[in-house]
């Protein structure tokens, strides 16, 4: 069989093989990825879509985890304010319903005092977090509450009792927000009644007891209320570490998936190398043999 | 009986049969490089013997008609392999050009996943003017990412059907030349000579033209036809049938021959490699991102629609509604709205209420085209321009191997060895070396027997 004379294609063809190979291998080995284009391994490119959307979700759920827990501990604190207001309201009524050995100087100043710890409480209940107030409901844009004489309790509410809920995970959400009217006049409670009642009856020295009792009704409904946020900053720190931790597997995945085998890529770019080298050594012997260098 | 003229005789026509021999090795030699050259062999044979009984003398030598050493079958093979390489060659280099829009960080998927980042933002802080501009401007990133991705592959389809009218006229160009080889083929023929190097010009012309479209070779009584597998007609023996391109109502270049459309017929050569990516791949990609932007900005709509503005109005459509049938749609999306405000984010009226941004976030996780949700559907356009590429490229490889292996064969058949020929240039020279000598040992001879009768 004769032979082709012509191996040259065949030659260049096995050399730029190899180079190919070879600089696939030091592709891989600068950029540390297998997978640069989606035809290098189109199933694993889609993972990878799926895989840097869900990654990249996550970093959004982090941020918007610790925006919103910067709100719900502002509201906290706030409620543990409030809270600590009507524990002295309540303090101050027993001391007003000490009965005849209270002159009329004593209990006035204790309407005074009464009247600031309702200004104080309409202040915080008015609390806003970066321009939003925070106990309106979803009409967060205007204060919630104001003084109003014409009102029994002495304020009225123009907020709402809507609720937001807010995605922190690819299938959870928590609600973010308690609406005013529910924390303050809820039921069995309203502050700000059992504050006006209880100013009331200190004022005309008459039913103080059952004022007090109401504001401790109130004050057991604020109480209970604030759980919410302990509750929610409670989940919002367990879904932290939980997305944390899906960080950590969705970038074991990308490298399983995406990654280069650094090991693999550096030994197939030696072995590429090498045969590049014999194939370009063969090369030159094979291409300068010939009869007619010989023939003189 | 011999004589010593009959012996010269026979030398000049040694002299004169190495003389061709070189002169077929020199022409061997010459065209080592030529594509498609068929090596030519010489050719001796014995001269027809004198008889004068009871003895029988030879003549000598005589020069026959030079032979190229060629496999007609294996080039058939060869035209056809080269048929198959074309397409798949047109086909991974368009698709790999196709591919690029579907990576890096500003592809559909990015902006995908950037405009519901911006959407769980706006949702913590509904209110929020930067925060509704930031929406805003990723809703805008996402339909610019859908233009440009769409746009560039119908780009892309422009130029491939400009790359049709130029392989068209290649080929005309090559059926033409054909036709001229064919007649003067025909004339060597008719007259008895040898046209080897003319079927190796001819040979070769037919491979450059299997790189272009699919040529099913029809030998008949004294040439040969060109059709495509199809059996459009191409080449008649000296005559040649030209291709024509014309726009068609689609408003992409269709093929015809002899007024028949044989676009959708080719099955081979890098014409059908273009047209394949033209009216198949690229359309089809097109049609997946549409699908996904009309799903998308339908679905996105309805809910936007159903939520209330910054100042409580009713919301409208986040995005220009897609055309109906859905074709266009990538190219065409963009942001209905420019004024921050009028993002309706609330549920419930409210500046502060957050339900329906939560409802557009919602979508993310919704089937919005073929019962996938967005996510799922890009990863799956991802896959199947990713695959499309690999398919045709391990394709192409394959067909590379089998190509280089046929050429391979066809080189140790047909291809000139400089080491062959260099010794069959020392077998001639020695033979002409001989013959020279014998025709010298004969003029002595001769001079020898004239001066018989001086002594």
Known sequence: ?296 | MGSLFSSLTIAVGALQAEQGALNVTSNNVANVNTPGYARQRAVFHEGVPVELPPLVFGTGVVFGQPQSVRDDILELRLHEETQQQGQFDAEVQQLQQAQTGFQGTNDVGTQLTNFFNSLNKLSADPSSQPLRQGFLTAAGNLASSFQTTARSLEIQRTNIDQSVVQSVSQINTLTQQIAGQNQQIAALENVHEDAGVLISQRTESIRQLSQLIDVRVVPNESSISLTTANGALLVASSQSFALSAQVSPSGVQHIFSQGNDITGKLSGGSLNGLITVRDQSIPGLLNQLDTLAAGLSTTLNGIHRAGFDLNGAAGGDLFTPPPVGVTGAASSISVAITDPSLVAASSDGSPGSNGNAAALYNVRGQAVANGQNPFDYYASVVFNVGNGVATAQTESQASGQILQQLTDQRNSISAVSLDEEGANLLRYQNAYQAAAKVITTINELTQAAVNLGTY
């Not at chain 1, 007891?209 to 409670?234: E, H, I, P, S």
């Not at chain 1, 045969?275 to 291409?287: F, G, H, I």
Request: no cysteine.
């Open chain 1, 1 to 296: 069989m004769r032979v082709n004379p012509n191996p040259i294609a065949d030659i260049l063809a096995s050399i730029a093989l190899d180079q190919q190979t070879q600089e696939t291998a030091l592709a891989q080995l600068a950029s540390g990825r297998r997978v640069n284009l989606p035809s290098d391994d189109p199933a694993a490119a889609a993972t990878l879509s799926l895989n840097h959307a869900q990654a990249s979700q996550d970093d959004q759920f982090l941020q918007v985890i610790s925006g919103v827990s910067a709100r719900l501990q502002v509201a906290d604190s706030t409620i543990g304010s409030v809270v600590s207001s009507l524990d002295r309201a309540i303090s101050l009524g027993i001391e007003g319903g000490g009965g005849a050995t209270l002159s009329n100087a004593n209990r006035s100043a204790i309407v005074t005092e009464l009247q600031g710890l309702q200004q104080q409480i309409l202040g915080l209940a008015n609390t806003s977090f970066q321009g939003s107030y925070i106990f309106a409901g979803t009409a967060s844009t205007a204060a919630p509450f104001s003084a109003n004489p014409a009102s029994p309790s002495g304020v009225s509410y123009a907020g709402n009792t809507g609720t937001n809920t807010l995605a922190v995970g690819q299938s959870f959400s928590v609600t973010v927000n308690l609406p005013g009217s529910q924390l303050f006049s809820g039921t069995g409670g309203d502050v700000f009644q059992s504050l006006q009642d209880l100013i009331v009856a200190v004022q005309n020295n008459t039913g103080i007891d059952t004022a007090v009792l109401g504001l401790r009704k109130a004050f057991d409904v604020v109480t209970t209320q604030r759980v919410f946020y302990g509750n929610v900053l409670q989940q919002l720190d367990a879904q932290q570490t939980s997305i944390n931790s899906e960080k950590l597997q969705l970038a074991r995945q990308e490298n399983a998936v995406g990654g280069a085998d650094p090991a693999a890529a550096a030994s197939a770019a030696v072995s590429a190398a090498t045969a590049r080298t014999a194939a370009l050594q063969a090369a030159t012997s094979l291409l300068n043999t010939s009869l007619f260098n010989f023939l003189k």
